[in-house]
Nanobody, 126 residues
Framework: QVRLVESGGGLVQPGGSLKLSCAAS????????IGWFRQAPGKEREGVSC????????DYADSVKGRFTISRDNAKNTVYLQMNSLNPEDTGVYYC???????????????????WGQGTQVTVSS
């Protein structure tokens, strides 16, 4: 079964950190770009970060630049999202999904990603 599985979410205080994992099952991750997305209650799903498979391209939404870092470990078939300096606006369900590459304007092209995981909840609250 081809799927992505997110983990690492939880409850954290403002200013804290979390590291999310996106593990692939049933296929090798190293040929795919992986995007991280999040969805807050009552809001649309939005792009957070995207990393290509074959070059050094990685990109971030303006709201997380300088705080979040995406990385991949192809040997572990996993992509990570290190989230620092978290604030309540970062609260939501975080998803990962795959594409052949990170498309231009990838934050707006959610529909071009596939094999969505079930998501992991991130709550930033004091």
């Amino acid at each position: 079964q081809v799927r992505l599985v997110e983990s690492g979410g939880g409850l954290v205080q403002p200013g804290g950190s979390l590291k999310l994992s996106c593990a692939a099952s049933g296929f090798t991750l190293d040929v795919y770009a992986i995007g991280w997305f999040r969805q807050a209650p009552g809001k649309e799903r939005e792009g957070v970060s995207c990393i290509n498979s074959s070059d050094d391209f990685e990109d971030y939404a303006d709201s997380v630049k300088g705080r979040f870092t995406i990385s991949r470990d192809n040997a572990k078939n996993t992509v990570y999202l290190q989230m620092n300096s978290l604030n309540p606006e970062d609260t939501g369900v975080y998803y990962c999904a795959g594409s052949l590459f990170c498309p231009p304007d990838w934050t707006q092209r959610v529909y071009e990603f596939a094999n969505w995981g079930q998501g992991t909840q991130v709550t930033v609250s004091s």
